[in-house]
């Protein structure tokens, strides 16, 4: 069984930076891309980026481009989020996400992941 567990999140006022870790469990972790989505209250999980198994392609969503950059060890089984310049609007709770191997589903599209950790939650204020 894979497990996921994030951390790192926090309060931070406009313009602060966090950096956010996902732990994996398991021997998987470095044959297979992952991803950070996020949720703020009363809207849908939305994509964040994702990076691929070796790390050699990253995506990000338009909104964090030049500002989030996504990060890999495989040697810790371990996932990162570096959130800079951050926004109030950035608020929310952040899940990692491993992708489906071999899906069909857009890399930014919820249904693409199959295993999810429990979130850690930014809180960014003005």
């Known amino acids: 069984q894979v497990q996921l567990v994030e951390s790192g999140g926090g309060s931070v006022q406009a313009g602060g930076s966090l950096r956010l870790s996902c732990a994996v469990s398991?021997?998987?972790?470095?044959?297979?891309?992952w991803a950070w989505f996020r949720q703020a209250p009363g809207k849908e999980r939305e994509f964040v980026s994702t990076?691929?198994?070796?790390?050699?392609?990253?995506n990000y969503a338009d909104s964090v481009k030049g500002r989030f950059t996504i990060s890999r060890d495989n040697a810790k089984n371990t996932m990162f989020l570096q959130m800079s310049s951050l926004k109030p609007e950035d608020t929310a709770v952040y899940y990692c996400?491993?992708?489906?191997?071999?899906?069909?589903?857009?890399?930014?599209?919820?249904?693409?992941?199959?295993?999810w950790g429990q979130g850690t939650q930014v809180t960014v204020s003005s």
């Open positions: 996400a491993r992708r489906v191997a071999y899906g069909s589903s857009r890399y930014d599209r919820v249904e693409g992941y199959d295993y």
């Open positions: 990076i691929s198994w070796n790390g050699g392609i990253t």
């Open positions: 398991g021997r998987t972790f470095s044959s297979y891309a």
